[in-house]
């Protein structure tokens, strides 16, 4: 089967590659494609010298004639990522990395998010992106596989996002966007250079009604960093972010007859019980970094976020008695720093990084009666408290001038503890203690081709939902243990010409103690159980090559054979040897931008999913689907001035597909249908001083 894939892989490569055959022999063409500096591996290195699978996105491939409703519009081009749900913001954008952030419903699990070295991973492992400013990214960096020697728990990956710096001409701009189903969207944007000031902000107010019935959303986030320069050597960066969403909500799942029925409509309950969420967050964080002489550099940042989240579920109580209506009022904050240096270990070349992490994640939780949309009763009222303290140190050495060896390791303690408020004895305490290592070697064969071969570890702790007792007791359930990993990579990849870049990795994960999801009848909500042994083994592969001056394209593909090998589960069923649901076994993506010196430019990208299981028994499987989406604009300068119109056509062709499928869901409610063939047009307005 890999065998099989592979050979297509290399038919597709050939394909894409040929055009470039006839200018590859002349010297005098000049590179399209830049050296790309990965900094969210904390030792600063070219993607190519990596000895793990990369990749990144810049500035244009997020904001340039995007809709800019999720990440997943530029994300999906980097293989080895699967995005659902951008649609229903009540239960935020689902992403997973090599199957890992698959199991959550809603939040993302498994993998590090951080903006601006601001943590958007709870120390309870659990992230979320409603608190990202598209209009604003400079760049987004992805580590695929576990990573843990770093970054702490996180077996899928990292992803590390970048607020863009005001450019040195100060600027003002406006971008107002409107599309299909009432959508709304207005970005005012200013920054500059002023002295020693580095400063840029960005006010983004959204809205939409939805495809479904029941699926509207209201959000303004303010995104704002400030950089001040003390000398060539010392800076201090501060960010600013806050987010208020008073509304998100959730259509919820349907089962197959629904969805034949009417496929905008919404489930029942969550119409009867006005299932949704708001949300208030403001976050500051503060990042100084000194170099010292040449070769040695300190960095110290503290951050603090305040959370003020509220959601109604579809139901009344759930079967431990608990309410569907969530009042949760959260304080996280953290600190860390790090120190690193260039040195010598006898004639090699060395860098050393070594650092402390410690966060500290303050959640007070409410639940209520939900009186059919109206909050009733008190039924919990709990604290619960997850502090984490994590040292880590990686070492980059030089073994010959074409050669590295990386090695790294990590020591993390997270502390769980709920008080409970009611006097009912629920409180509770959980501890875990991890040490997390990786080595990897890269090995530049020559220019363009680079090998390299990685092994690491990596555990993810349950998030404090996670922990819900599913018998009705409250505390912790002291059942749900984390789930450990150790991953084997190998790959190549390379930059050819300046005009092709292209990268192959294949990777086997063994899993002990994975986390899977599972609906009770009448619960209203999802619970967790461990599978005592599961693979994730696949194939990733891209190519990004000049086809014609002005004429890029970008092929990736992602092939996926992730199994339960040990998992008896607690219904009794024995899924040995089934397939892990939520993940497609194939994935390709394959996207065309042509950009002409007039100003015009376009954009025409199409993802095709593959079937994958909505169930861990794997009787019920999703269907495939193409679907593509086409993006255009032009931009006019015109002294200190830029104008730009866009328009965008998403779902090109009407394809019938899921935006999201509930694993495990109860009563079959495993489907939220996505939006048929829909538009948006917008313009964008600059001014530069």
């Known amino acids: ?263 905008r409509q919404a489930a029942p309950r969550n119409l009867l019980f006005n299932a949704g969420e708001s949300l208030d967050q403001q976050s500051l964080g503060l990042a100084f970094r000194k170099e010292i002489g040449s070769n040695q550099e300190l960095m110290l940042r503290n951050y603090y976020v305040k959370r003020q989240f509220n959601s109604l579920q579809p139901f009344t109580l759930n079967s431990n008695g608990q309410g569907g209506s969530i009042d949760l009022s959260r304080n996280f904050s953290g600190l860390g720093g790090s120190y690193s240096w260039n040195t010598e270990l006898g004639a090699l070349g060395n860098r050393i990084i070594a650092g402390l992490d410690y966060d500290a994640q303050r959640d007070h939780r409410k639940r209520y009666i939900n009186n059919e949309g109206v909050v009733g009763e008190l039924t919990t009222n709990q604290d619960e408290d997850v502090t984490t303290t994590g040292l880590y140190v990686q070492d980059v050495l030089n073994l010959t001038a074409n050669a590295s060896l990386t090695l790294g390791a990590r020591f993390d303690i997270i502390d769980y503890e709920v008080s409970d408020r009611t006097g009912s004895g629920g409180s509770g305490q959980r501890k875990f203690n991890q040490f997390s290592p990786m080595a990897g070697l890269d090995w530049s064969v020559h220019e363009g081709l680079n090998f390299y071969g990685n092994i690491s570890s990596s555990f993810d702790p349950p998030a404090t939902t996670d922990l819900a007792n599913p018998d009705g007791a409250t505390g912790f359930n002291q059942a749900l243990d984390p789930q450990t990993a150790t991953n084997y990579e190998v790959g190549i990849k390379g930059l050819l010409t300046g005009r092709m870049r292209y990268e192959v990795a294949l990777f086997f994960i063994d899993v002990r103690d994975e986390i899977v999801p599972y609906e009770l009848s009448g619960s209203g909500q999802s619970f967790f159980e461990n599978a005592g042994a599961s693979s994730h083994d696949g194939l990733e592969a891209s190519l990004s090559a000049e086809l014609f001056p002005g004429l890029t394209a970008t092929v990736t593909y992602t092939w996926s054979d992730f199994t339960f090998d040990q998992f008896q589960g607690l219904d009794g069923e024995d899924y040995n040897g089934n397939r892990i649901p939520g993940v497609p076994e194939h994935l390709f993506n394959f996207d065309l931008y042509w950009s002409h010196p007039s100003g015009f430019f376009a954009g025409w990208d199409t993802l095709y999913v593959g079937r994958f299981y909505a169930d861990n028994a794997n009787t019920v499987e999703t269907d495939d689907y193409f679907v593509s989406s086409l993006r255009a604009g032009y931009r006019w300068t015109g002294g200190d001035w830029i104008f730009e119109p866009f328009l965008g056509v998403n779902n090109l062709f009407n394809e019938k597909y899921m935006d999201n499928i509930r694993l495990n869901a109860a009563f079959g409610r495993y489907y939220e249908p996505a939006p048929e063939r829909n538009v948006y047009a917008g313009a964008s307005l600059r001014y530069e001083f």
């Open 1 to 263: 089967m890999l065998l099989k894939f592979t050979n297509s892989l290399g038919f597709l490569l050939f394909l894409s590659i040929s055009p470039l055959s006839a200018d590859a022999g002349n010297r005098n063409s000049s590179p399209v494609l830049e050296e790309v500096v990965v900094t969210a591996t904390r030792i600063p290195t070219d993607i190519q010298d990596l000895p793990f699978a990369a990749g990144v996105v810049d500035r244009d491939d997020v904001q340039r004639a995007r809709q800019q409703l999720g990440l997943d519009e530029s994300l999906v081009a980097v293989p080895g990522l699967f995005f659902q749900n951008r649609y229903n913001f009540a239960q935020d954008l689902r992403i997973a990395i090599r199957g890992f952030g698959a199991r959550a419903n809603f939040g993302i699990r498994g993998i590090r998010i951080f903006a601006d070295d601001i943590p958007l991973t709870l120390p309870d492992g659990q992230g979320s992106v409603d608190s990202i400013d598209l209009g604003s990214i400079e760049q987004i960096q992805v580590i695929r596989g576990p990573f843990s020697a770093v970054f702490g728990a996180a077996s899928g990956g990292v992803i590390d996002i970048r607020t863009e710096d005001g450019p040195e001409t100060p600027f003002i701009s406006g971008r107002f966007n409107l599309g299909s189903y009432d959508f709304r969207q207005a970005q005012f944007k200013a920054g500059g250079q002023l002295g020693k000031l580095n400063s840029l902000a960005n006010f983004t107010g959204s809205s939409l009604e939805g495809y479904r019935d029941h699926a509207s959303y209201e959000s303004r986030l303010l995104n704002s960093k400030f950089r001040y320069d003390f000398n060539e050597t010392a800076r201090l960066t501060l960010v600013f972010n806050a987010v208020d969403s008073p509304e998100a909500d959730d259509p919820g799942g349907l089962n197959a007859a629904e969805v034949e029925q009417n496929r």
